[in-house]
């Protein structure tokens, strides 16, 4: 029960004590607290109807003892004290349960601002927003924990000592902070779709909060991209159920069973589609959602209109070059065109060499290999791509390709 509370609510949790408290470093240890108290006391006690204020009360008063304990009590944490210990137990009224959900939102922000480093605000946001671990982030990013640490680290000190507001920007703020906190959300449902590591295939519990957080934006500013994203995650998450065997193996698109694809997400992820692609003003995300609308329009991978996925690959490699981009754009010319065609792209995007330890690129050459009848080949590759992945599933299927193969 604690172990699921946390990894659902503690991102919320989180971020209404950073509002509570201000501080980062303060909000986390008086949360972890919070937790070990809960761990204490609910065997005891029962817990609570509703455990997420009572986490949230607990750790603003592990905090004020914290705050009391220190060796430099000044004047502003005195001030901050009696703040805290004036709100008594609001946090348990209907009041805080109904501003929990927008905290979230102005984290994201506060996070997000100009202030800081692009690549700062990024991985900030993943780690204190969304609770995922650093070395989660850091495969996102194909950069080294150690990395991602310090990027966290001096995004924190930079909010401190610059006193970056905990709030929604002004309306004239908002386009200025839009694009990194598209990336937020675009990446967190990414771990949630496909998860970097572990047992499952997917974390519906991530997937569910980037959309919800995809649709808080979209309120907020419904600009093309915002729709776009928003789009491209229904559209994906639409195919949830029918991406695992009830044993949990992988099952790829083209085995997929679609009459389990969420229909009502599909629709809605069409309509928010046309309403981007209808503005002429948009980008990758939407880009990217018209790829996954012709997957969902497509009642088997044989009638997939692949030479239509191949022209959008085609417009975001332009507006978005990038080698997972190429090599997505590989794959579709392999179905349009044939896994020789395939093959000498995918040569092409692995020689430059960014894509070397990605295990994706690894598999999808050996799979070329294996349509080619080329069957040593298709090993190696699927053995390079096996040492790459994290995912127990993602294992599982590669090692399966390989018995295949012999």
């Known amino acids: 029960m604690l172990d699921s509370l946390y990894r659902v609510d503690s991102g919320r949790i989180l971020a209404t004590l950073i509002r509570l408290l201000g501080d980062f470093d303060l909000a986390e240890e008086a949360m972890h607290e919070a937790f070990a108290a809960a761990l204490s006391v609910w065997p005891k006690s029962g817990v609570p109807d509703n455990p997420r204020p009572w986490l949230i009360s607990t750790a603003r008063f592990k905090a004020i003892d914290t705050l009391r304990r220190g060796a430099r009590f000044d004047a502003s944490q005195d001030e901050l004290v009696r703040y805290l210990e004036a709100r008594g137990s609001s946090a348990e009224g209907s009041e805080e349960e109904d501003t ?3 905290d979230r ?5 506060t996070c997000c601002h100009p202030t800081l480093p692009p690549e700062a ?4 946001t993943l780690r204190e927003v969304c609770g995922l671990a650093t070395e989660e982030i850091a495969k996102a990013f194909l950069i080294t924990p150690s990395t991602l640490a310090q990027r966290v680290v001096r995004a924190k000190a930079k909010i401190r000592d610059a006193r970056i507001p905990y709030q929604v920007p002004s309306p004239q703020e908002l386009p200025e902070r839009l694009d990194a906190v598209l990336q937020v959300i675009y990446l967190v449902f990414n771990e949630g779709y496909s998860a970097a590591a572990g047992a499952e295939v997917t974390r519906a519990e991530l ?5 919800r957080l995809g649709r808080l934006v979209s309120a907020l500013l419904p600009e093309p991209e915002v729709l776009g994203l928003l789009s491209l995650m229904l559209l994906q998450e639409s195919r949830r159920a029918a991406r695992t065997s009830p044993a ?4 790829l698109l083209e085995n997929q069973d679609r009459s389990l694809w969420n229909r009502e997400q599909i629709a ?16 990758s995300y939407t880009l990217q959602a018209a790829i996954a609308a012709v997957h969902a329009g497509a009642e088997s991978v044989a009638v997939t ?3 239509q996925i191949v022209a959008l690959y085609d417009q975001l490699v332009r507006i978005q070059p990038s080698p997972v981009v190429e090599l997505n754009r590989a794959v579709a010319i392999a179905m349009r065109d044939g896994p020789e065609a395939g093959l000498t792209h995918i040569d092409a995007v692995l020689e430059h060499g960014e894509l070397a330890n990605y295990y994706l690129a690894h598999s999808a050459r050996a799979d070329m290999y294996r349509r080619l009848g080329r069957t040593a080949e298709a090993r190696s590759s699927y053995e390079k791509a096996l040492k790459l992945t994290q995912q127990v599933p993602e294992q599982q299927f590669l090692q399966e390709r390989i018995r295949q193969l012999k």
């Open 100 to 102: 929990i959900e927008d």
């Open 105 to 109: 939102l102005r984290l994201i922000f």
């Open 121 to 124: 605000r990024v991985a900030l």
């Open 207 to 211: 997937t569910a909060e980037a959309i």
């Open 248 to 251: 949990g193996d992988l099952i």
């Open 268 to 283: 809605e992820g069409v309509t928010l589609l046309a309403k981007a692609l209808k503005s002429r003003r948009f980008g």
């Open 305 to 307: 209109d692949w030479p």
